[in-house]
């Protein structure tokens, strides 16, 4: 049920790390916020406790943004529960996922691409003039083709890189309705499942980028970030915000070792 009418934000892929800080971020800065999940409805509703004890509203909702099905009852429910949307954070992202490569070679595209506008097209309808996209990326996907990448990432990276161009192939469309699309791009970020993932493949090799920038920023940092990106009207549309080394600190050769 509607409770008032104020500003609203949704998170994708909220449960945990960048998108658990950025919900609890927003719900600082007054929002209502929603988030989604797919499979952890218990630490969903942790962060949901925590956006709550900003005072404002939170509402946690199980959905795969890769199914149509879920998709639509996402936002038949967000309907019921509020009648804007200032700020959609596109977090939720894939690709690392050995059961799901193994059912469709494709996913990676399916999650970081095609959900990510399919859930930007049945946002739009809650968006009011003024409203932001933001899209969480890597330095690694933000610049795909242009750097090395890191070891097992690089679909994941060009499914990003894809999901960011098609997004910003939008920005005409999202400009007329008064909707403004940002970037945030991040590094490899503290005590996040990525990191973990990709240590599997190249042991040492958060140590090493520590080495190359002096410190890797964490998941709170990084929603802190995103959070005041959407509440900053200065930012122009097309915005990109980096956290973390300058983009021209990655390397252009392969540095570390694999496994």
């Known amino acids: 049920m509607r409770e008032r009418l104020g500003h609203a934000a949704l998170v994708t892929g909220g449960s945990r790390g960048i998108g658990a800080a950025t919900a609890v971020a927003l719900a600082a800065r007054g ?15 942790e962060v949901i406790a925590e956006v709550r004890r900003h005072g404002v509203r939170g509402l946690a909702l199980g959905c795969d943004i890769t199914v149509p099905e879920q998709l639509g009852a ?25 059961e799901a490569l ?37 330095h ?4 795909f083709g242009q750097v090395v990448q890191l070891p097992a990432y690089d679909g994941v990276a060009e499914s990003k890189h894809a999901g960011e161009m098609a997004l910003r192939a939008r920005q ?14 991040g590094d490899l970020i503290e005590g996040t499942i990525t990191p973990k993932l990709l240590e599997r493949k190249a042991p040492g ?6 080495g190359e920038i002096g410190k890797l920023p964490t998941a709170g940092e990084m929603g802190e970030i995103i959070a005041a990106a ?3 009207p200065a930012l122009p549309a097309g915005h990109t915000t980096v956290v973390g080394g300058s983009l021209g600190s990655l390397p252009r050769r392969q540095t570390w070792r694999t496994e």
């Open 74 to 98: 996402l936002f038949a429910a967000l309907h019921a529960w509020t009648e804007r949307l200032d700020v959609l954070a596109l977090n939720a992202s894939g690709g690392l996922e050995r």
């Open 205 to 210: 090799l958060a140590g090493e980028r520590r």
């Open 102 to 138: 193994l059912a469709d070679p494709n996913y990676p595209f399916r999650i970081n691409r095609d959900a990510q506008l399919a859930t930007l097209d049945a946002a739009l309808s809650l968006m009011p003039r003024g409203s932001t996209v933001v899209f969480v990326t890597s």
């Open 172 to 185: 005409e469309e999202l400009a007329a309705r008064g909707v403004r699309l940002l970037v945030v791009t």
């Open 31 to 45: 929002h209502d916020v929603a988030i989604t999940y797919r499979n952890k409805a218990a630490r969903a509703d």
């Open 230 to 232: 959407a509440n900053n």
């Open 140 to 143: 690694w996907a933000h610049l």
